[in-house]
């Protein structure tokens, strides 16, 4: 049995299913929320000074013109934009219902911070615009990136929809017992179907 990451199949038995996040919901939404915010306050750390330098010089401009600067940033976000979702959306089409429960957490895990990694380029697009223009068009492409994050923000409702999970799953994911005694029971499976 093979698990998709990246661009390539890795076996199952190659990952490693001990570590401290897969052992529990509380670890594991805490170290997506990690992520997630951390990705998020990267571009915010730009985007704020970018900000700040502009308003003490005068406030924010109004656009007058497009130039080649605009569109290629404009347009640069909007790719970035693209390409994680579809990345993301393709990855999910790999997703088998027989993996192990702590094996999708782990894709999911994997799979989500590729994602946010993209939006994260995205948002640096529009702060980086913010910073060589200072115009309002750019606080508002900011905004939008930022709405594209939130709607991809981990939950677990957004767990139990892309990873297709069963009831049985969705009740272990929510619940808050520990994950740590699928970690025994899938190395003995992933051991027997290594014979």
């Given at each position: 049995?093979?698990?998709?990451?990246?661009?390539?199949?890795?076996?199952?038995?190659?990952?490693?299913?001990?570590?401290?996040?897969?052992?529990?919901a509380y670890e594991y939404f805490h170290r997506l929320n990690i992520t997630y915010y951390?990705?998020?306050?990267?571009p915010l750390v730009g985007f704020c000074y970018a900000y700040l330098q502009h308003?003490?010089?005068g406030g924010l401009q109004s656009t007058v013109?497009?130039?080649?600067?605009?569109?290629?940033?404009?347009?640069?976000?909007a790719l970035v934009i693209f390409l994680g979702?579809?990345?993301?959306?393709?990855a999910l089409q790999t997703v088998d219902l027989d993996w192990p429960f702590q094996q999708k957490l782990a894709f999911f895990y994997h799979k989500s911070r590729e994602l946010y990694g993209y939006y994260m380029v995205s948002n640096a697009f529009a702060a980086l615009g913010m910073y060589l223009t200072g115009e309002q068009l750019f606080a508002g492409v900011y905004a939008i990136v930022?709405?594209?994050?939130?709607?991809?923000?981990?939950?677990?409702?957004?767990?139990?929809?892309?990873?297709?999970f069963t009831k049985a799953e969705e009740e272990?994911?929510?619940?808050?017992?520990?994950?740590?005694?699928?970690n025994i029971a899938?190395?003995?499976?992933?051991?027997?179907?290594g014979r």
């Open positions: 049995m093979n698990l998709y990451f990246g661009h390539k199949l890795l076996p199952i038995g190659m990952l490693d299913l001990s570590k401290k996040y897969l052992q529990s951390l990705l998020i306050a990267g308003e003490g010089a013109y497009l130039s080649w600067l605009h569109i290629v940033l404009i347009v640069g976000a979702y579809r990345n993301y959306q393709q930022l709405v594209v994050f939130s709607l991809f923000r981990p939950t677990p409702r957004r767990i139990i929809r892309d990873l297709k272990k994911l929510v619940g808050g017992q520990d994950y740590g005694e699928d899938s190395a003995n499976k992933v051991e027997e179907e």
